[in-house]
């Protein structure tokens, strides 16, 4: 919990003179509601038993004076406190939004095969917020509460020394209870920040694949789903009301034996001549003020867990290791010529069973090689490798003799250039996804890419043209104008090396004919590898791969591969004669 502290406290330190300015406002507020009932108890034990009235209406007067400038200081210290006090939570909130996010960003593939984007976006959104609220509230709450608590023990002790002693008591017992109940709401709020991620997950599950679940007429399935996750939710908010009754109404019975004990014990007090009634008045005063930052104390346990514990769950990710990053010495190397080299290449997802063994492939630079096979073979698997996509577990890859893993990502990601199968197209319009490539390109430069993309034309008949918008996921596109448009992104990114996996499976034949020939012409004297399923796409590849579980079964170009009469002439003329 030490460290989980330091760390969150960490990040006040680009707002320590908010934060100083915070507290010292909170400190001035403090002072003033302690001062005030010393103003009440002097005016009724020593002005008000004055003989002479003028006195009086001067004392009055004077005293009048002093109590409005405080309450205009207090006013400014309020709304800086409410108003800039906020505002440095908010400030500390969108740091570690912003930390969060730009480590998400570094984590590999690894990573999110095996996490869940609802839950994610829970951890981002709802779980920060928590701890915006407790970075503001936490501090001043404690720091005003402890103040209070403090400063009206101590006058309390001066007007009666056993009451007070009562009190203190009765105090200690309350924080006792409150203290078991802190640990069992701490489990509670984990179960809840836990549970509505669940929510969150189911959701972003079902309106991501929404067209698939109506396909299927499914959106009964679907609320099912979505019922459980939310009754779920609902069972953990209900234990946790339940104990936030039990805590509130056990803090409330404490509070109402703090009074009666004032009461009883001031009326004892004063039968005996020990108390005078306007002592017992300021003391009651001082009660209220006692009471308030137990109040705020009760409160603040509340808030604390909801923070500490979305704080626990945002250090989970921030923590997180990324498994693929730059090496100390590693390069930013320039002017790729582009020879790929594996050696002695194994990957495995998880342990127990590889799905690339031992694969040894030489790609000379300029050269495009084509990786076919059946499904399962390991072809795109293999093609994030080069880029780092997965970390090998076995063996090396050298681009231009250097060990990729020796090579700056950002360097060795921006000499390669993707088309993948699973086009991805950004919530925005066409102009800033094809410029995607190249963030600093010109108009003229995005118009140039799409032409060679064949997707220029279709474009300009659109009535916004390239400032079309083209929905969340590039759903206002066809599957064919959204596989050109990431094209468009590869010629505008124009990279040493070119990866195409599937790059023209999503389009018609007229289109494919253009793009193949586009495609062939920015391969020229670029290293490209090439997974097709298609195999009349490939026939002009230099060499083409063969690759199945059991490895690199066959390599040759295509009229090699059909003389030797293995899998990949079994695989060509099983197309070739379903095509006839």
Not at 322 to 342: C, F, H, M, Q, T
Not at 440 to 447: H, K
Not at 494 to 508: F, Q, V
Not at 556 to 576: S, W
Request: glycine share 8%; with cysteine; net charge negative.
């Amino acid at each position: 919990m030490k460290r989980i502290l330091k760390k969150f406290i960490s990040y006040y330190g680009p707002y320590k003179t908010l934060f100083y300015a915070d507290m010292f406002c909170a400190l001035m507020l403090s002072g003033i509601d302690l001062v005030f009932p010393l103003f009440v108890r002097f005016l009724q034990n020593d002005v008000y038993l004055m003989n002479d009235k003028a006195k009086i209406i001067k004392y009055i007067i004077y005293i009048g004076i002093i109590l409005i400038a405080m309450y205009i200081i207090k006013y400014f210290c309020q709304y800086f406190i409410t108003s800039w006090g906020h505002i440095m939570g908010a400030k500390m909130e969108t740091d570690m939004r912003k930390d969060i996010f730009d480590h998400l960003q570094k984590l590999s593939f690894s990573y999110y095969d095996n996490t869940n984007t609802g839950r994610l976006m829970s951890r981002i959104v709802t779980d920060l917020f928590d701890i915006s609220e407790l970075a503001h509230h936490g501090p001043e709450d404690l720091f005003i509460s402890m103040l209070k608590i403090v400063g009206s023990f101590i006058i309390l002790m001066t007007i009666n020394t056993k009451i007070t002693i009562g009190l203190f008591i009765i105090t200690i017992l309350m924080l006792y209870f409150s203290l078991v109940y802190n640990k069992k709401m701490k489990k509670v709020f984990k179960e809840n920040r836990e549970k509505i991620a669940d929510v969150n997950a189911q959701i972003q599950d079902s309106l991501s694949g929404i067209r698939i679940v109506k396909s299927f007429a499914n959106e009964h399935i679907e609320s099912k789903k979505f019922e459980k996750g939310n009754n779920e939710f609902l069972r953990s908010k209900e234990k946790n009301y339940f104990l936030m009754g039990q805590f509130y109404s056990g803090n409330g019975f404490f509070q109402g034996l703090l009074n009666l004990f004032v009461v009883l014990g001031g009326g004892i007090f004063i039968s005996i001549g020990q108390l005078n009634i306007s002592d017992l008045l300021v003391y009651i005063l001082y009660i209220n003020i006692y009471l308030n930052p137990i109040d705020k104390l009760v409160n603040f346990t509340e808030q604390y867990q909801r923070g500490i514990t979305g704080f626990e769950r945002f250090l989970e990710i921030i923590e997180t290791v990324p498994d693929i990053e730059d090496s100390k010495d590693a390069v930013a190397i320039k002017n790729v010529r582009g020879n790929i080299s594996l050696k002695n290449v194994s990957f495995s997802y998880n342990e127990e069973h590889n799905v690339l063994d031992n694969i040894n492939i030489d790609i000379p630079a300029g050269k495009t090689i084509a990786l076919v096979g059946p499904s399962g073979g390991g072809k795109t698997t293999l093609c994030s490798l080069i880029p780092r996509f997965y970390e090998i577990t076995d063996g090396k890859i050298e681009l231009d003799g250097i060990d990729i893993r020796d090579i700056k990502l950002k360097a060795l990601r921006n000499s390669i250039g993707i088309v993948q199968q699973d086009v991805y197209l950004f919530a925005g319009n066409i102009r800033d996804n094809i410029a995607y490539g190249k963030p600093d390109a010109t108009y003229e430069e995005v118009i140039e890419a799409a032409k060679l993309a064949n997707i220029h034309d279709f474009i300009m008949e659109l009535e916004d043209g390239y400032e079309t918008y083209v929905g969340e996921r590039g759903v206002k596109l066809s599957g064919g104008q959204k596989q050109r448009i990431s094209i468009a992104r590869v010629f505008l990114k124009n990279p040493p090396i070119l990866i195409l996996d599937e790059a023209t499976s999503a389009l018609d034949n007229e289109s494919e004919k253009f793009i193949q020939n586009s495609l062939e012409e920015l391969s020229k004297n670029r290293t490209t590898i090439v997974i097709a399923h298609r195999l009349s796409t490939i026939r002009r590849a230099d060499e083409i791969l063969v690759l199945t579980d059991e490895g690199v079964v066959e390599r040759g170009n295509h009229d090699e591969l059909i003389e030797q009469d293995g899998t990949y002439a079994y695989l060509y003329n099983m197309q070739f004669d379903n095509v006839g």
